[in-house]
């Protein structure tokens, strides 16, 4: 029995992500080709006003809503993927993305069969071309992938184009696709949003074809762990039901457009029956983080983002006895260790003389913090308050970027300027 392919989950404690880093290039302002005419939005001031559509009493909410899904239901794809199960890379991947999330993934029975993995997720279209935007989850180490459109039974099958797996994006294309199939849904602006908005999600939750639900925007303000190295990134929130099987689908304005592309939801921890179904907090990426990374992903291949390649202990993080105790500020990061051959190491970047215990980038649950290490204190010029700070500035780069690092060392503030690369941290260890 199928089950649906969705990490649209994320446990009670949001767990803290690497360093990584892309450019949100400001030069892309891609736009879509050919879409349909937006749809009419609803007016701002809440309305209780009803109107006769043969014979059915409607508010203008309501009306809207309507409107809106029979103008971009056929722009609505979903998506179905096939992968080896037992000891490959791809099972190794899921089992490991249920750990970090919380949430049941599709995974065949450890019975030695031998047999597949499936799952579900949705997408839609963007362009004319037939370039399909989903979840980089969804197709994770996919061997094979398929596509229906909406209202129609006829699967195709569709091959991955390019991959943002730090920032859980993915765009796919289909193969064989009958002409005039294409009906690819308008892109918005996430920057002009406000909570209180209008908010539809449409996606295939549960694997239940064609599923609509309506809420608002509950806050533009939020940031979680997105993609594989799960660095906060700011998010839309919405109280719009989304469930595993809507990761990939489109979270649309009252005027037809999209916002955002559904991919988390927040369940409470330890609820049994809540653990993967929406508890009314759900998470979209930003439109605007779609359509500028769509020329890289359109381009092909894996969109790679820098890595400084130190550990650090957020001092913020750390009790205010023992900072006093090895006189260390109130916030900083303490750099605990350089990796030869990083970015950081480059740069000249110094770690702490002690050796510092393997660990996440905060460090925070170690016994002892090894000093002597330079204390990052601002990031092109801004003031470093937590570890996420570092994270969400270097998330805002490319590669072949230069990052300038305001450190203190031996009591006497420099800068630093590190020129960002593409950096794999032995063992894993980010």
């Known amino acids: 029995?199928?089950?649906?392919?969705?990490?649209?989950?994320?446990?009670?404690?949001?767990?803290?992500?690497?360093?990584a880093g892309f450019e949100l290039s400001e030069r892309s302002n891609a736009q879509v080709a050919n879409t349909p005419p937006a749809v009419t939005a609803q007016a701002a001031t809440p309305s209780t006003t009803t109107t006769s559509d043969s014979g059915r009493a409607r508010?203008?909410?309501?009306?809207?809503?309507?409107?809106?899904?029979?103008?971009?239901?056929?722009?609505?794809?979903?998506?179905?993927?096939?992968?080896?199960?037992?000891?490959?890379?791809?099972?190794?991947?899921?089992?490991?993305?249920?750990?970090?999330?919380?949430?049941?993934?599709?995974?065949?029975?450890?019975?030695?069969?031998?047999?597949?993995?499936?799952?579900t997720g949705s997408g839609f279209f963007v362009n004319s071309q037939g370039d399909i935007i989903t979840n980089n989850h969804v197709?994770?180490?996919?061997?094979?992938?398929?596509?229906?459109?909406?209202?129609?039974?006829?699967?195709?099958?569709?091959?991955?184009?390019?991959?943002?797996?730090d920032f859980d994006l993915a765009l796919i294309r289909a193969e064989g696709l009958p002409q005039g199939a294409i009906?690819?849904?308008?892109?918005?602006?996430?920057?002009?949003?406000?909570?209180?908005?209008?908010?539809?999600?449409?996606?295939?939750?549960?694997?239940?074809?064609?599923?609509?639900?309506?809420?608002?925007?509950?806050?533009?303000?939020?940031?979680?762990?997105?993609?594989?190295k799960e660095v906060e990134q700011p998010v839309i929130q919405t109280d719009a039901a989304i469930n595993p099987g809507n990761s990939g689908g489109p979270l649309?304005?009252?005027?037809?457009?999209?916002?955002?592309?559904?991919?988390?939801?927040?369940?409470p921890a330890g609820a049994v029956s809540g653990v993967g179904q929406n508890a009314?907090?759900?998470?979209?990426?930003?439109?605007?983080?779609?359509?500028?990374?769509?020329?890289?992903?359109?381009?092909?291949?894996?969109?790679?983002?820098?890595?400084?390649?130190?550990?650090?202990?957020?001092?913020?993080?750390?009790?205010?006895?023992e900072r006093q105790s090895l006189k260390l500020p109130a916030t900083g990061l303490l750099v605990q260790?350089?990796?030869?051959?990083?970015?950081?190491?480059?740069a000249g970047l110094k770690g702490s003389a002690q050796s510092a215990a393997q660990g996440s980038g905060r460090q925070s649950g170690q016994d002892q913090i090894a000093t002597g290490g330079d204390i990052i204190t601002a990031v092109d010029g801004q003031p470093v308050s937590e570890g996420d700070d570092l994270r969400r500035a270097v998330i805002d780069k490319k590669i072949g970027d230069t990052l300038r690092l305001t450190v203190q060392r031996n009591g006497q503030a420099r800068d630093v300027t590190v020129r960002l690369q593409a950096f794999n941290i032995p063992n894993s260890q980010q």
Do not use: C
């Open 337 to 346: 260790q350089v990796y030869p051959g990083s970015p950081a190491a480059q």
């Open 183 to 228: 009906k690819p849904i308008p892109l918005g602006d996430s920057s002009q949003l406000d909570v209180g908005l209008k908010a539809i999600a449409m996606g295939a939750p549960f694997g239940l074809d064609f599923s609509v639900s309506e809420g608002i925007i509950s806050s533009v303000e939020r940031t979680v762990p997105v993609g594989t």
């Open 252 to 267: 649309l304005n009252s005027a037809g457009q999209v916002i955002g592309v559904n991919t988390q939801i927040l369940s």
């Open 59 to 119: 508010t203008e909410s309501e009306a809207n809503t309507v409107q809106v899904v029979k103008a971009r239901q056929d722009g609505l794809v979903y998506v179905s993927v096939t992968e080896s199960a037992g000891d490959s890379p791809q099972a190794q991947l899921r089992k490991q993305l249920q750990d970090q999330f919380g949430f049941s993934v599709p995974g065949a029975p450890d019975d030695g069969s031998g047999g597949v993995e499936q799952g």
């Open 139 to 165: 197709v994770e180490g996919a061997s094979e992938i398929t596509i229906r459109l909406h209202g129609n039974k006829q699967t195709y099958k569709a091959k991955v184009i390019g991959r943002a797996p």
């Open 280 to 321: 009314g907090v759900g998470f979209a990426i930003p439109v605007n983080t779609v359509k500028r990374l769509l020329p890289q992903l359109q381009a092909g291949g894996v969109v790679k983002t820098p890595t400084l390649g130190i550990l650090f202990s957020d001092l913020s993080a750390l009790p205010q006895d």
């Open 1 to 19: 029995m199928n089950k649906n392919l969705s990490l649209l989950a994320l446990s009670g404690t949001l767990a803290l992500g690497a360093f």
